[in-house]
């Protein structure tokens, strides 16, 4: 599929009133996966599970809606629980974590290869090089730092069964969610 259709195709997503609101109940969801679940290791270093609703939306959606919650999702948990001034670079990060799990999963079967690999990608370009340069850049601390690379290397295997499980659940789940296309398709 070309890359202008893609973004057409999942940005025809929010002309449905159904998606539009269950994309909103992900977004929901994940701001409170990461701000109820969320815990702070050290002040720059959490685990949380918000990417699960953001995968999701991806995989549901497409890039258009899963950057846009991305995004939100960023700006909401800010909002809820500030540390400090607000950085859109953070915002930047969502974004693009949003885009990658839609290039994922979205019109895709999300099999464990395909987990690990989108997982993956998110991990090291989003979480260990991107949010490193914003957290070096807004608090002056490493660039790349033990704690932070021990909690990824640790949640890692975790994440990536749950995506599994996640999306063994929405496959039995056929277009009762609004979108366009089922995932298992």
């Known amino acids: 599929m ?3 259709a893609w973004f057409s195709h999942s940005a025809s997503q929010f002309k449905s009133t159904k998606a539009l609101a269950r994309a909103a109940l992900l977004l929901a969801a994940q701001v409170a996966l990461n701000a109820s679940l969320g815990v702070y290791l050290t002040p720059d270093n959490r685990l949380t599970f918000g990417h699960l609703a953001l995968a999701a939306t991806a995989a549901l959606y497409g890039p258009v ?3 846009a919650n991305g995004v939100l999702a960023d700006f909401l948990g800010w909002l809820i629980k500030p ?10 990060s969502a974004l693009l974590a949003g885009l990658i799990y839609a290039a994922g999963f979205y019109r ?5 290869l395909r987990i690990l690999i989108t997982r993956a990608a998110v991990v090291v370009g989003v979480n260990m090089l991107l949010n490193s ?3 070096k850049l807004v608090y002056g ?3 790349f730092s033990l704690p932070r690379i ?9 994440d990536v069964l749950l995506l599994y499980l ?5 496959k039995r789940i056929p277009r009762a969610l609004g979108c366009a296309e089922d995932i298992t398709e």
């Open 65 to 67: 809606p899963a950057m």
């Open 133 to 135: 340069l914003w957290i």
């Open 166 to 170: 996640m999306f063994a659940a929405l």
């Open 83 to 92: 540390t400090g001034g607000y950085f859109p670079g953070f915002a930047l």
């Open 108 to 112: 895709r079967r999300p099999g464990i």
């Open 150 to 158: 021990v909690k990824s290397a640790v949640q890692f295997p975790v």
């Open 2 to 4: 070309r890359l202008t």
């Open 141 to 143: 601390r490493a660039f």
